[in-house]
């Protein structure tokens, strides 16, 4: 199936999301990071319980939830650059002179972006990220993808995102890809 699945409903939730959207985007997160090809720790993941509403509700903050039959089956976290030191960080260490479109205050970090697995394929995602990026006032956002994932990061670039660049993280063990696209995005 191509396009966006119309049984699927999009809500934005701007600065703050009630506790049972955190829960069910805990459980979705951890099923789809847990998993190969990233294989992340289950506890670890289960945080964003905590640090998940804290970055929405800085600014620039902005969930987008996908719900089927009121469950959450794909979500979408952001918030802006200069609310997230490390990116920072690792931006100026992958671009010594970065580019004026990308000022902190005037870039959205796509924190995270989840699709349910049996969900895959359908234009979740895609609409997801739509969602997040629409009616922004930044000029430019930025996301990571694990080099483990290289068809996530081939499915950004289909989508016009372009590379930045790359560093490694968990002490060298991922290689990190900064991707860019200017906004307004659309695709």
């Not at 952001?78 to 931006?91: A, E, G, K």
């Not at 930044?138 to 081939?154: H, I, K, S, T, Y």
């Amino acid at each position: 199936m191509t396009g966006v699945d119309r049984k699927v409903t999009y809500v934005r939730f701007e600065n703050v999301a009630p506790d049972e959207i955190w829960g069910e985007i805990a459980d979705l997160f951890v099923s789809s990071f847990a998993a190969p090809p990233y294989n992340e720790s289950p506890s670890d993941l289960q945080s964003i319980t905590q640090w998940g509403p804290d970055q929405l509700a800085s600014p620039g903050g902005r969930l987008i939830a996908a719900s089927h039959d009121k469950q959450v089956v794909g979500f979408a976290l952001s918030q802006r650059l200069d609310q997230d030191i490390s990116w920072q960080r690792r931006l100026d260490a992958m671009l010594p002179a970065r580019d004026a479109a990308i000022m902190a205050s005037r870039t959205v970090i796509v924190q995270e972006l989840a699709v349910n697995e049996s969900f895959r394929g359908r234009g979740i995602a895609k609409q997801c990220i739509r969602e997040l990026l629409s009616s922004r006032t930044e000029q430019a956002a930025v996301l990571g993808v694990f080099g483990q994932a290289p068809q996530v990061r081939e499915m950004y670039t289909r989508w016009g995102f372009s590379e930045l660049g790359a560093s490694p993280i968990y002490g060298g063990t991922v290689t990190l890809h900064a991707l860019h696209q200017r906004l307004p995005w659309m695709a």
